[in-house]
């Protein structure tokens, strides 16, 4: 082991990366990144979905119509689209430090505004640009993928991920009881549901500042200071970046799965609370904790995705991979259609609970098949998968949640029916070194790895 190997707390391979994930270590740079990853995109799950379990309150005070609300979801995805493909592009040019932090420093004004919107326009404005800040997904996928190594960047973007996506849930059950005790001071409810949104606010600012001042791009330094050449290898341009990811096919169909897995829990994050609220006649409290129980469920399943994902890769390589995840996404879209048929309360919370656990582990490891698809494009197709989510989520949303003529029920069932078609394509990624589902290598399988990162 060379000097510079010997300053890593964790043992590393030949680019510094760590071989190792002990997801309650602080060791620098490796697992302070990944701290700082997911507490930062927590934040901004919490900000964006802050205003689902509030919606009872909200939509009596600003006069909603269910077209204003179905249009509002649509729009809180709608930023993150166009976002997200552009944070990747910004992370392979910044690094995933300075792109997360300005993110997020630049929507926190727009969380505050929240206090003061007055119009059903305002309030689908509003959503439409807190979704921006959900790009920061991409930079937290990008940054794992930076400081892990292969045989563990699986786990690492999957705990990464999953441990954010609790924000979601977190703010399903925090929202309210933030509401309720603003409202045992005797504040009116249409005020104390504005003035709860200080909170997101200045959590996400908080993080923000955080990933700024601690967090470093690669476990050498960050970007500026690796741009300093240290080969005669000339630097790609951002054009020539951007076409080699936007061309990688792989990318795209990733992009489809992950919009059936990761697009459908945004969908039911957006829908759910407010589901339980009307159908089974809930409070607004105990609709918040059952909506709730679907995002905590990140806190293991989205990494045992990531876990199942490089477990498969150590014992069957790409191929694992990508069975796996077929696997667990079509039990995830048979479970969405079974959500919309149960109707019991008992019963459609243990199916929601089952449902969450799958589909959040397909996110997972669709995450865990990502860094292998281009190495020098990593960030443009991180970017074009996570806007496959939101994407999803949008097409989902429009077709089933917004003026539907269908009931929420049939809705969720369908979206089922959307899950398990939109996997199909998985059966067709193929690696010509690695291989794919139903085929081996056409190439041998030790390329060296300056082939590997020409895989177009």
């Known amino acids: 082991m060379d000097f510079k190997e010997s300053q ?8 510094h990366k760590a071989t190792v994930f002990k997801p309650f270590s602080l060791a620098a740079p490796h697992m302070r990144a990944f701290h700082l990853a997911w507490l930062s995109l927590f934040a901004t799950f919490f900000s964006t979905f802050a205003i689902p379990p509030l919606l009872p309150i909200i939509r009596e005070d600003l006069n909603l119509t269910d077209t204003d609300i179905g249009n509002a979801g649509i729009a809180s995805f709608m930023g993150s689209i166009f976002s997200r ?4 592009t910004a992370c392979d040019v910044f690094g995933p430090r300075i792109a997360s932090a300005t993110l997020s420093l630049i929507t926190v004004p727009i969380v505050f505004s929240a206090c003061f919107i007055s119009t059903p326009q305002a309030f689908i404005v509003l959503r439409f640009l807190i979704g921006f800040s959900l790009a920061n997904f991409v ?3 990008f940054w794992m993928s930076s400081m892990f190594s292969g045989c563990v960047v699986g786990v690492a973007n999957g705990v990464a991920a999953g441990w954010a996506d609790v924000g979601a849930g977190a703010t399903q059950l925090i929202m309210p009881l933030i509401f309720a005790s603003i409202t045992s001071f005797n504040v009116p409810a249409f005020t104390a549901w504005r003035v709860a949104f200080v909170v997101p606010a200045l959590f996400q600012a908080v993080t923000a500042l955080m990933v700024l001042f601690y967090g ?3 476990p050498d330094g960050n970007y500026k200071r690796r741009r300093q050449p240290s080969s005669t290898k000339p630097r790609e341009s951002v054009f020539k970046v951007l076409v080699h990811g936007i061309s990688n096919y792989r990318g795209w169909v990733l992009g489809l799965t992950y919009g059936y897995c990761f697009g459908v829990e945004l969908t039911v994050d957006n829908i759910i609370a407010q589901y339980f609220y009307d159908r089974f006649n809930l409070n607004i409290e105990t609709a918040g904790a059952i909506a709730a129980s679907f995002g905590v469920m990140n806190l293991f399943s989205r990494p045992a995705g990531g876990v199942i994902s490089d477990k498969m890769g150590r014992m069957f390589g790409i191929r694992g991979r990508l069975w796996s995840l077929w696997v667990v996404q079509t039990v995830a879209g048979l479970l969405c259609i079974l959500l919309g048929r149960v109707n019991t309360l008992g ?7 089952v449902f969450s656990v799958f589909v959040q582990a397909a996110s997972g490891l669709t995450f865990g098949v990502v860094p292998f698809v281009s190495k020098r ?3 443009v197709i991180s970017g074009m998968t996570g806007s496959g989510g939101t994407m999803g989520a949008v097409v989902t949303q429009l ?6 003529k269908y009931s929420k029920e049939t809705s969720i069932s369908l979206m089922g029916v959307m899950m398990l078609v939109c996997s199909i394509p998985i059966t067709f990624i193929y690696f010509p070194q690695w291989g794919g589902m139903f085929c081996g290598p056409s190439h041998d399988p030790d390329w060296v790895d300056e082939e590997y990162r020409l895989i177009e």
């Open 8 to 15: 890593f707390a964790l043992p590393v391979d030949a680019e």
């Open 85 to 88: 493909l552009a944070m990747g």
């Open 139 to 141: 930079s937290n996928q």
């Open 216 to 218: 470093q791009d690669l």
């Open 347 to 353: 019963a459609s919370i243990l199916v929601i609970c």
């Open 377 to 379: 494009s990593l960030g």
């Open 399 to 404: 077709l089933l949640f917004s003026g539907s």
